[in-house]
Every structure is written in structure tokens, then in C-alpha cells.
């Protein structure tokens, strides 16, 4: 049971460096403890396959955010700091509701109701994730590419 109690501040612990972080990369890497921590609690409430799962998609995710990290190097992290104050408040009240609502029927309500919204919004991020690769290849003369199309 002190696994229990350990994980999910293990988990918010790394969450808070991965906001404060000021390089990219640093922050990539502090995301890794965060889905660890939190698919350690799921086989305690006796959710082995989805604790699997959990852990599968969230190194999927890892494995993107470092390839954007990679792909954009010139991304002005100056100017991402400077502003990270004004979305504090919007993500405390997001946290306040999380806290205050039944995550349970929430999860329920997403997969049943609205599991067709959801799947459109995987989707969506999907084609943004691919517009995203997509805009940050540079064409250039010195690199060799194949020409498959």
C-alpha cells in the first residue's frame, strides 16, 4: 500500500517539472515518470490489462513528443517562458474540476456517449500530428532524400 500513496505524488511531482522545465528535451524526459507512476496504480485496483495498455500508449506519446522536440530545434523557448504565467489559472480550474467530478463516470460517459467524439478528436490530433512533420522537413540540396512520389 505505500506504493499507493508514493506513485500519484511521484506523478504529480515530475507533472510540475515538466511545466517548469526550460528546455524542451528536460521536459520530455521528466514526462516519462509521470504515465510509470500513474499505470503503477491501476493493477492495485485490479486493471492489470489496462495498466499495460496505459503504459503501451503513453510510450507511444513519449516517443512523439521527443521526435517534435528533435524535429523543431528552433523553437524560441525564451518566449514560451516569458508567457507561462497567464495559463496557470485556466489549468487550476481544469485541476479543481478533475478533482471535484467522479472521474469514473466521466471515463464512462466518454466511452459510451461520446465515444464517437472522442475517436473524431484522436483523429483530428492524428492529422495534426502529420501536419506537423510535415511543415518541419526542410528541403534542402545537401541531404538525400528518396523520391517516392
Request: net charge positive; glycine share 6%.
Amino acid at each position: 500500500m505505500l506504493l499507493f500513496d508514493v506513485s500519484p505524488g511521484m506523478a504529480l511531482v515530475s507533472a510540475v517539472t515538466v511545466i517548469r522545465a526550460k528546455n524542451p528535451v528536460h521536459s520530455v524526459l521528466f514526462f516519462i515518470p509521470v504515465p510509470r507512476n500513474t499505470s503503477g496504480l491501476l493493477p492495485l485496483s485490479g486493471l492489470d490489462f489496462f495498466a499495460m495498455i496505459f503504459l503501451v500508449v503513453h510510450i507511444g506519446a513519449i516517443a512523439v513528443s521527443l521526435s517534435f522536440v528533435v524535429m523543431m530545434p528552433d523553437t524560441k523557448i525564451e518566449e514560451i517562458h516569458e508567457n507561462i504565467l497567464r495559463y496557470f489559472p485556466v489549468g487550476g480550474i481544469i485541476g479543481l474540476i478533475f478533482r471535484w467530478t467522479n472521474l469514473e463516470t466521466l471515463g464512462n460517459l466518454l466511452y459510451t456517449n461520446y465515444s464517437v467524439p472522442f475517436l473524431v478528436s484522436s483523429l483530428i490530433s492524428l492529422v495534426a500530428m502529420i501536419g506537423a512533420i510535415v511543415l518541419t522537413i526542410h528541403k534542402s540540396t545537401k541531404v538525400k532524400r528518396q523520391d517516392v512520389f
